[in-house]
C-alpha cells in the first residue's frame, strides 16, 4: 500500500502554506499586570490593548540615545602662545634642522 506522490506533494503544500500563514503568527503576545501587548515579528512594533482597541507603545528613548540626541559644545581651542623666534640651538634640541643661511 503505497502513498501517490500527489498527495505527498498537496500534503507538503498544505504544511508550507500553514507554516508561513498560521505558525508563527505575525504578533507575539505578552501580559503585562493588566493588560495584554503584541509585538509584531517582523517591524519589531508594540501595540497595548485598551477598551477601544489596540495602540501603539512608543519605545523608550535609552540614556546614550538621550544624550547623543542633545547638541553638545565645541571643544574650547587651544591656547597658544607666540614666544618669538627659536635660536639654532633650540632648533636642535626639538630635532629640527635649521635653515640655511643665504650669503647676501
Known amino acids: 500500500m503505497g502513498i501517490s506522490k500527489g498527495i505527498i506533494i498537496i500534503a507538503l503544500i498544505?504544511?508550507?502554506?500553514?507554516a508561513?500563514?498560521?505558525?508563527?503568527?505575525?504578533?507575539?503576545?505578552?501580559k503585562f499586570p493588566s493588560k495584554l501587548v503584541r509585538t509584531n515579528r517582523i517591524t519589531g512594533g508594540s501595540e497595548m490593548l485598551?477598551?477601544?482597541?489596540?495602540?501603539?507603545?512608543?519605545?523608550?528613548?535609552s540614556i546614550v540615545?538621550?544624550?547623543l540626541s542633545k547638541p553638545s559644545?565645541?571643544?574650547?581651542?587651544?591656547?597658544i602662545e607666540y614666544l618669538g623666534p627659536l635660536s639654532d640651538e633650540e632648533l636642535y634640541k626639538a630635532g629640527i634642522k635649521p635653515p640655511e643661511k643665504?650669503?647676501?
Not at 498544505?14 to 500553514?18: G, V
Not at 485598551?50 to 528613548?61: A, H, I, L, N, T
Open 20 to 30: 508561513a500563514f498560521v505558525w508563527p503568527t505575525m504578533y507575539r503576545y505578552d
Open 102 to 104: 643665504s650669503a647676501k
Open 50 to 61: 485598551w477598551g477601544d482597541g489596540w495602540f501603539k507603545m512608543e519605545p523608550r528613548r
Open 65 to 67: 540615545e538621550e544624550a
Open 14 to 18: 498544505i504544511l508550507m502554506l500553514f
Open 73 to 79: 559644545a565645541p571643544p574650547p581651542a587651544p591656547k
